[in-house]
Nanobody, 126 residues
């Protein structure tokens, strides 16, 4: 089971930016890595994902245009850069890994992701 570790969360004012990191002790050579978020009183929500084969990237409508997912293979790290943050972006952000190269109909669901990190809190407020 892949051990994932998120970092980079914190407090930011509306309109600000954050870069979240998801690191693992081994290389991300295959499969899919996704970012999800969970806010109090709300269901867990898909944010973004990257397929390591071909580096295809996917974003939820709620963050499209404000989020960029990227990978640094040398550091075994996947980043989620978020800009123009809104109060509704506040949540605990989790990265999750699937050993499969997920198709679009599955990539937004939490079920195919077998390994999850502990999460990092993002607070957006003035």
């Amino acid at each position: 089971q892949v051990q994932l570790a998120e970092s980079g969360g914190g407090w930011v004012q509306p309109g600000g930016s954050l870069r979240l990191s998801c690191s693992a002790p081994e290389r991300f050579n295959s499969g899919t890595l996704g970012w999800f978020r969970h806010a109090p009183g709300k269901e867990r929500q898909f944010v973004a994902a990257i397929r390591f084969s071909g580096s295809s990237k996917f974003y939820s409508d709620s963050v499209k245009g404000r989020a960029t997912i990227s990978r640094d293979s040398a550091r075994n790290t996947v980043y989620l850069q978020m800009t123009t943050l809104k109060p509704e972006d506040a949540a605990v952000y989790y990265c999750a890994k699937s050993s499969l190269s997920l198709i679009l109909s599955s990539i937004t669901s939490a079920a195919p992701y077998g390994a999850w990190g502990q999460g990092t809190q993002v607070t957006v407020s003035s």
